[in-house]
């Protein structure tokens, strides 16, 4: 029962090696050209268009700068 309990094998966790663009609770930048800007008040959206392809991100961020990007015809 206590052979997993010595931290060895739970405590280790693996680097992403990135950072995320935006928060997903509440939208708002935390890296780049508009930090500190909730998503919904960009309106550069070639930026959040190259943003979409170039940096790495969660895929759950990813389908929410989808979503962003529809909505408003990109």
Known sequence: MHENRSGIQNSYIAPKGYKNPFRVS???MVIGKYKGWKLTKINDFDY???MH???KMDAIQKSILTKHLKHNGY
Request: glycine share 0%; aromatic share 12%; no cysteine.
């Open 26 to 28: 509440d939208e708002k």
């Open 53 to 55: 392809d170039n940096v």
């Open 48 to 50: 959040l268009k190259w």
